[in-house]
T-cell receptor, first 113, second 110 residues
């Protein structure tokens, strides 16, 4: 049973470009969480999704960030018009239900030049 | 003040020593996680607990709900245990997202 997959592992973008980060949860997991780890800072919650639904997006910046988890395919975290301050490691985690352990992916390291 | 506080921030130990990392929280929780982040950045979930004590190999996690405190213990520490250890709380009434402590950087010297 493959673990949580994230791609790309590293992503370089210039200011103003779009970044798309993908997360494929473990088989049988329908709950996905996205977290961000800024340089020299701790992890922070961004958004919680179930298939086709956003459950809680209280940690998402109000502009430029969006997330989806379609019926088919991976969950996508999309950052439009990236700025240098978006440079961070973005982790997703999945679980089979709300009350189970969350399993983390390897993360995507985004660098904005 | 952070809702989840860890101590110490940094810890250096000699191989074989018994290690304790502490986590205090100021909110009601339904569960508490201990995570390990490797130097390469990957995150592994070590424990999820809501009461009592759990043990896995050389790792032991305890939680005292009344005192709002949890500890992670490592017995017979080894250099391969060197990593950042993070406690994370699931706040009561939340959608189960994690609220993280700032992490403890552990270095075990041979």
């Amino acid at each position: 049973n493959a673990g949580v997959m994230q791609n790309p592992r590293h992503l370089v973008r210039r200011r103003g470009q779009e970044a798309r980060l993908r997360c494929s949860p473990m088989k049988g997991h329908s709950h996905v969480y996205w977290y961000r780890q800024l340089p020299e800072e701790g992890l922070k919650f961004m958004v919680y999704l179930q298939k086709e639904n956003i459950i809680d997006e209280s940690g998402m910046p109000k502009e430029r960030f969006s997330a989806e988890f379609p019926k088919e395919g991976p969950s996508i975290l999309r950052i439009q018009q990236v700025v240098r301050g978006d440079s961070a490691a973005y982790f997703c985690a999945s679980s089979p239900n709300r009350d189970s352990t969350q399993y983390f992916g390897p993360g995507t390291r985004l660098l904005v030049l | 003040k952070n809702e989840v506080e860890q101590s110490p921030q940094n810890l250096t130990a000699q191989e074989g020593e018994f290690i304790t990392i502490n986590c205090s929280y100021s909110v009601g929780i339904s569960a508490l996680h201990w995570l390990q982040q490797h130097p390469g950045g990957g995150i592994v979930s070590l424990f999820m607990l809501s009461s009592g004590k759990k043990k896995h190999g050389r790792l032991i996690a305890t939680i005292n709900i009344q005192e709002k405190h949890s500890s992670l213990h490592i017995t017979a520490s080894h250099p391969r245990d060197s990593a950042v250890y993070i406690c994370a709380a699931v706040k009561s009434g939340s959608a189960r997202q994690l609220t993280f402590g700032s992490g403890t950087q552990l270095t075990v010297l041979p």
